[in-house]
């Protein structure tokens, strides 16, 4: 329904009335397509409704989406796909429905910002649920290390459509960086920058007191939590990803508390 409601708007703000009957004809033909891909998605996710069923589908159709925005989807981009879809303990019948979202979010006329604002529509008062999802876009964009500036582009494109401000975006790019050094640091010597990083992935500068230190962490630690994620409709399948990133914040608050 959504497709023909804003469909028939932006026609009538273009074209006055031939407009509003052009975005209906269009709006219909997105109802009707991604109806048919949500069907797939409530099938196979058995315990999902059908906003569980949007969010499976708008994550791999915009992470297919961002892989093919230079033109090429390369080999680190699949990779990093297939590890998401393992990280979710996907099987072998939902990896297929994941990847036939992926290839549909490719199409170079994908209608990415009509499938982000059904997203929206869902999701848009629940910001830690957004940010959840702008966090696992990163992941794709960052594939092959720097983004391209196409690709910086179109996830700016995406954190405009959920209303997600260019500073936050930037705050979330670079405690995911920062994130992903700090994953690799040896944990029996950490590396010099382990510290900073650690500061950086809960988002506090380094001369933070600790009580601003333990609101950060208690924070993040809320806005990542599976149990609340799930009772806003984030996907089960998603959670042992939240899971693991609670850990992650867990273990950079451990190494800035035991310095203290």
Not at 131 to 148: D, K, R, T, V, W
């Amino acid at each position: 329904m959504w497709g023909k409601i804003l469909g028939a708007l932006f026609g009538l703000a273009l074209l006055r009335l031939p407009g509003l009957f052009i975005g209906l004809i269009l709006g219909h033909w997105f109802d009707v397509k991604v109806g048919a891909n949500l069907a797939r998605f409530r099938g196979i996710f058995h315990e999902s409704a059908e906003q569980q069923g949007l969010f499976m589908y708008t994550t791999f159709a915009t992470m297919g989406h961002i892989a093919k925005a230079t033109g090429l989807v390369t080999p680190a981009h699949i990779r990093q796909a297939r590890h998401f879809m393992q990280q979710l303990g996907l099987n072998e019948a939902q990896q297929q429905e994941a990847q036939a979202a992926f290839r549909d979010g490719k199409a170079s006329n994908f209608p990415l910002t009509a499938q982000l604002q059904a997203f929206y529509q869902h999701y848009g008062r629940q910001s830690d649920v957004i940010q959840y999802f702008i966090e696992i876009q990163l992941g794709i964009a960052n594939a092959e290390g720097p983004m391209s500036h196409e690709q910086q582009l179109l996830l700016q494109q995406v954190a405009l459509q959920l209303d997600v401000s260019h500073i936050r975006l930037e705050q979330l790019l670079a405690a995911y960086r920062a994130q992903q050094r700090f994953n690799q640091r040896d944990s029996r010597r950490p590396a010099a920058n382990a510290v900073q990083d650690a500061y950086k992935v809960l988002g506090v500068s380094s001369d933070c007191s600790e009580k601003e230190l333990k609101r950060a962490y208690r924070k993040l630690m809320a806005q990542h939590h599976p149990d609340k994620l799930m009772a806003k409709g984030v996907p089960a399948a998603m959670l042992d990803v939240a899971k693991r990133r609670t850990q992650e914040i867990q273990a950079a608050y451990e190494l800035l508390k035991n310095r203290q």
